[in-house]
Structure formats: C-alpha cells, structure tokens
T-cell receptor, first 118, second 116 residues
Framework: EAGVTQFPSHSVIEKGQTVTLRCDPI?????LYWYRRVMGKEIKFLLH????????ESGMPNNRFLAERTGGTYSTLKVQPAELEDSGVYFC????????????????FGPGTRLTVL | DQQVKQNSPSLSVQEGRISILNCDYT??????FLWYKKYPAEGPTFLIS?????DKNEDGRFTVFLNKSAKHLSLHIVPSQPGDSAVYFC???????????????FGQGTILTVHP
C-alpha cells in the first residue's frame, strides 16, 4: 500500500509569489490533514478535510492560504502571495474515518514539502 | 498556548541503556496520546499510543506510561539502539470527549541521540 505522498519535496520562491503544494493521501482514507512545522518548533495543525469537506480550518494562518480537496481524493494547499514567515515544512497526513463508537485514528504522514520564501 | 509540552529539547544516551522521553499536557480533556518518531527529511511516523483508560502500553522495546493526575506521560525505550536516534514528538488529538480523532496537538519534540 502506497503511503502519503507530497509534491514538491522542496520549493524556493520569492516573497509575493504563489506556490501550490499537493498531497495524495493513502487510498481510502477519508481524513486528510495539513500541518506545518516552522524553524524546528512544534508541528502545528492547519486544517482537516473529511472527504471533500473542510471539517476544521481553525489553524489556517490567514486568507493567503487556500486548501482544496476536490472529489475527496488529493488535496492542494495554495499560498498566495507568499510571505517570509510562511517558510517551513508542510506536512500532510491521512487516516481512516473512525466508525461510530471507535475513538481513534492513526494519522500517517507524508514526507513533507520544505517551503523557503526569500 | 502550548497544551502539550516536551521540556527537554535533546537527550543523549548510550546504546543498550534506557531512553526516557517526557511529555506534559495541560488540557484535562485529552484522553488519547500518541508518540511519533521523525527522521530528518521524513514525515513523522506513528510509534505507540495510549488511551487514558490505561496507565501503560507496551510494544516491544517501547513502553508509554501515563500519569493522569500529573498530566504527564513518558516514553521508555529499552534497550536503546543507534537507529532510534530521531526526533520524538508527543501528540494528543484535540477532539476529546467521545472521539479521539481530529487535529493533533504536538509537543516541540525531543532530539534523541543514541551513541554506539
């Protein structure tokens, strides 16, 4: 079974430019999450999709970030226009949707996209 | 507001010895905890978890202990191996109270180095 994949692995852009990150979750996983780790600090939640719907986007920093998951498969995260503070590693994770009565889901992470904004 | 804290940025141990990584949390609603391991240039990998109805969960060389009254958990690795050298993150799902899935709140991570 293929794991979570992310593209690109690295991106270097200038301030003000646009970048789009892509995440392909594990097949059959309805939950898809985006996280970001800045400067070796903690990994912070950005948003959560259940299938194609945004379940929780409370972690999105501002309206320069736009996430989509059309068709409930892969997801994209667009940053427009990028700012210096957007630099970091963006992780995507996916998991099965727990059945009713079950409490847990194990999130499987992709390798991340390292974004550098100059 | 750091709800999950790993106060030790790094830990160095000798191969064969025990590694103990600590994690504290402030949100009493958390009822499930996970440990992830991360190698450089890779994403975090799930290692072991524990539900709040337990105080210990063991998987091979890895054991997680939970002290709910102290809001503290720890990961024990014994014996430690050089391949265990990685960053270890403690995490808790934010959607507590009936479901334990959803966004994870992570600690800052502890860099473990196991010397041969």
């Amino acid at each position: 079974e293929a794991g979570v994949t992310q593209f690109p692995s690295h991106s270097v852009i200038e301030k003000g430019q646009t970048v789009t990150l892509r995440c392909d979750p594990i097949s059959g996983h309805d939950n898809l999450y985006w996280y970001r780790r800045v400067m070796g600090k903690e990994i912070k939640f950005l948003l959560h999709f259940v299938k194609e719907s945004k379940q929780d986007e409370s972690g999105m920093p501002n309206n320069r970030f736009l996430a989509e998951r059309t068709g409930g498969t892969y997801s994209t995260l667009k940053v427009q226009p990028a700012e210096l503070e957007d630099s970091g590693v963006y992780f995507c994770a996916s998991s099965h949707l727990p059945a009713s009565g079950e409490g847990t889901d194990t999130q499987y992470f992709g390798p991340g996209t390292r974004l550098t904004v100059l | 507001d750091q709800q999950v804290k790993q106060n030790s940025p790094s830990l160095s141990v000798q191969e064969g010895r025990i590694s103990i990584l600590n994690c504290d949390y402030t949100n009493s609603m958390f009822d499930y905890f996970l440990w992830y391991k991360k190698y450089p240039a890779e994403g975090p990998t799930f290692l072991i978890s524990i539900s709040s109805i337990k105080d210990k969960n063991e998987d091979g060389r890895f054991t997680v202990f939970l002290n709910k009254s102290a809001k503290h958990l720890s990961l024990h690795i014994v014996p430690s191996q050089p391949g265990d050298s990685a960053v270890y993150f403690c995490a808790a799902p934010a959607n507590a109270g009936g479901t334990s899935y959803g966004k994870l709140t992570f600690g800052q991570g502890t860099i473990l180095t196991v010397h041969p």
